[in-house]
């Protein structure tokens, strides 16, 4: 990503038009290549301004609420597949109204909202979640098959329940990796739910493929898929979340002060708990143009965000130079997983979110945030 950092009000988003471009290329080429249909997961990005960029290349998006549901139907405009945990009877008319799939987490769900599906007179295609009870994700967090996992139905409740109605079934087990990994899954997933898939139109292989990546094996990828569609003669759906925005942009923030306690804190006018929370969900340490870890470079610094919170630490850097008040931080690879998730805690405002032309080089400023932001979340 090249721009000037010293022109930019921070904090503040910067996606990278021709990165998400690129992007989305090498996921229409999976497309291309096996007939399958990837669908932009909008609890990863949903910066709507760049909908019509991705709309080129993606067959729809994919929802995990009505709002979800809403954005896609309304600013993406082609299929919108939601998935939630649980329905409520509020929520689920609109669900159905904007929604081409619908996937159920439960046959009770599915059984409780099948007659609202049919009443609406809609065309929707129903599915189930399954979960094959195999995953090679390492942070029990994000693993959807830990003992006791409430996300999908394992082997043992799944035989014997009625299928009518339901054409397809959906998984999510991955988290970041390789095609090798979804390789292993798949032969879980058919040895348990191989016989069901032989009833279904459609399976969904969720999210968690990392295809945009250096490295990534395409090759594997497209035999798995070329694989299902001739033993079960389905239509196969992605979901790969990270892929479509991975290193697309960028959270360029300041210094606001220069502190020491053993050794020297630089306070920022970002927020690790507010703007970028997975650094502490995960957990992950988001690189910064220019720095280094500890010891790299000749000045060290511990960064901090402006909340109150203790543990707002982003994470401890080197430099080459000294941190000083007024100096622009530019960390990579942040406009996934951080606009959907980044919360007004203490008052903080939302950083900024702006875009990287692909065409002219200059960044576009997109939205400001404001008190009125902050206080229409309230009551």
């Known amino acids: 990503m090249i721009c000037n950092p010293d022109n930019i009000p921070t904090p503040c988003y910067v996606c990278d038009e021709a990165a998400l471009e690129k992007n989305a ?8 290549r096996t007939g399958a249909k990837i669908l932009l997961a909008l609890k990863g990005f949903a910066m709507f301004s760049l909908f019509p960029l991705l709309r080129s290349y993606l067959s729809g998006t994919c929802a995990s609420s009505p709002d979800e549901a809403c954005l896609g139907y309304e600013e993406f405009g082609k299929e919108v597949h939601t998935y939630a945990p649980a329905y409520s009877d509020h929520d689920f008319p609109k669900v159905i109204e904007y929604s081409d799939h619908i ?49 999908g139905v394992i082997h043992k409740y799944f035989v014997g329940e009625d299928l009518t109605g339901i054409s397809g079934l959906h998984f999510h087990t991955h988290c970041e990796q390789n095609s090798d990994v979804l390789k292993r899954t ?34 594997t990828l497209c035999e798995v898929i070329a694989g299902l569609k001739e033993r079960y003669n389905v239509d196969v759906y992605l979901v790969p979340g990270e892929a479509v925005a991975l290193h697309a942009g960028v959270l360029v923030a300041s210094v606001l002060d220069i502190v020491r306690n053993e050794m020297d804190i630089a306070i920022l006018d970002t927020s690790a708990t507010a703007h970028m929370p997975d650094v502490l969900e995960m957990p992950y340490r988001p690189e910064i143009v ?14 901090g965000g402006m909340t109150c919170l203790a543990g707002d630490i982003i994470g401890d850097y080197s430099f080459p130079t000294p941190l000083q008040v007024g100096t622009r931080l530019v960390f990579q690879d ?29 960044v576009r400023m997109i939205r400001t945030f404001s008190y009125a932001d902050y206080k229409n979340r309230l009551s």
Request: charged letters at 20%; proline letters at 5%.
């Open 25 to 32: 290329r090498i996921l229409a080429v999976v497309q291309e």
């Open 103 to 151: 996937v159920f987490n439960s046959f009770s769900q599915w059984q409780r909202f099948r007659p609202a599906i049919i009443r609406s007179g809609k065309k929707v295609s129903c599915g189930i979640r399954i979960n094959p009870e195999y995953s090679e994700v390492k942070v029990a967090r994000y693993n959807p098959c830990v003992p006791s996992s409430r996300l």
């Open 186 to 219: 798949m032969q879980k997933v058919e040895e348990k739910f191989g016989s069901f898939l032989r009833q279904m139109e459609w399976i969904n292989l969720g999210g968690g493929h990392h295809i945009t990546r250096a490295g990534y094996d395409m090759d």
């Open 290 to 303: 220019g720095a280094g870890r500890p010891g790299d470079c000749p000045y060290t610094y511990r960064l």
């Open 334 to 362: 942040m406009v996934h997983y951080t606009m959907v998730k980044n919360t007004t805690f203490n008052g903080v405002r939302l950083p900024s979110i702006a875009i990287l032309s692909k065409d002219s080089g200059q």
